[in-house]
């Protein structure tokens, strides 16, 4: 199984960044996928998760109208659109894979792909 993400890049605050988490080796469709990140020194958090058809989404307080979560189930693939970045989001950004209902516990997720580094300066 891997989860590849990538996307990540150098922003300026104010602008936009679209993250891609492409899967292979699994029942993607049976899976909800979910994006976290971390900085060095702390635990990593959640940011947003999606259902496995799409139907349901969910986000941390602090990217709640600024990221957008979002799957092509076809291309096994799910995105996370990220605007209005400022440096508090600076992270490594990892998506992951859960059967569980429970999209919004790390401890749930299954599978973990790589992160992918972003960063924002002001």
């Known amino acids: 199984v891997q989860l590849q993400a990538s996307g990540g890049g150098s922003v300026q605050a104010g602008g936009s960044l679209r993250l891609s988490c492409t899967a292979s080796g699994l029942h993607f469709n049976a899976y909800n996928i979910g994006w976290f990140r971390q900085v060095p020194g702390k635990e990593r958090v959640f940011v947003a998760a999606?259902?496995?058809?799409?139907?349901?989404?969910d986000y941390a307080d602090s990217v709640k109208g600024r990221f957008t979560i979002s799957r092509d189930n076809g291309k096994k693939t799910v995105y996370l659109q990220m605007n209005s970045l400022n440096p508090e989001d600076t992270a490594v950004f990892s998506c992951?894979?859960?059967?569980?209902?429970?999209?919004?516990?790390?401890?749930?997720?299954?599978?973990w792909g790589q992160g992918t580094l972003v960063t924002v300066s002001s």
């Open positions: 992951a894979a859960t059967a569980t209902p429970a999209m919004t516990a790390r401890r749930f997720y299954k599978y």
């Open positions: 999606i259902s496995r058809g799409g139907g349901t989404t």
